[in-house]
């Protein structure tokens, strides 16, 4: 089984290295199949990490940014995602019945990761008020107290979302 991980790693390094040739400058893992709600961490430690801890060391390795993207709670996985050689964590939007608190994934991140928060893209951006945005992202920004932090929101934003509400979520990242 491990095999076939680390195989299917070093596929999408071929693909990386195609956009590197384009001019891109980092690359987004979006990890949506090893999260703690769908294996064990001891899985993912014996399994998945060390495929994982090759693949954003050759990213690395090529000049480009490792940046990953984990759905699910990343709670029990912080430890390791210090290992995984990459230079900042996105974190998806607590909708599964889990609260991802920013400030503490951040208080727990090594320094030299930077966090994404994760900014509900439609509870808040698409369906609050300019009000909601900016009490939200007060909250997530309490996170850049404890280090590298950039207000992001958490998932795709919608086409209908109110232009307001976006310009008040760069406002508050940029204040």
Known sequence: MAYLIYKEYDMMLE???????YG??????SETYCTPDL????T???????AQQHFYKKVA????????????DVLPLIEDINQLGVKALLVEEPKKGYALNGTEIRKRLDEGITLFGNLDSV?????GKVE????????????AKYGRFILANGCPIAFDTPKENILEMIKAGRD
């Open 15 to 21: 693909k990386i290295k195609v956009l590197k040739e």
């Open 24 to 29: 891109c400058h980092g690359y987004i893992g």
């Open 39 to 42: 294996i064990s961490p001891s």
């Open 44 to 50: 993912y430690r014996d399994l998945i990490f060390p």
């Open 61 to 72: 390795e090529m000049g480009m940014v490792p940046i990953v993207y984990f759905l699910g």
């Open 123 to 127: 509870y808040t951006l698409l369906y």
């Open 132 to 143: 909601d945005v900016r009490t939200e992202a007060a909250k997530q920004l309490e996170a």
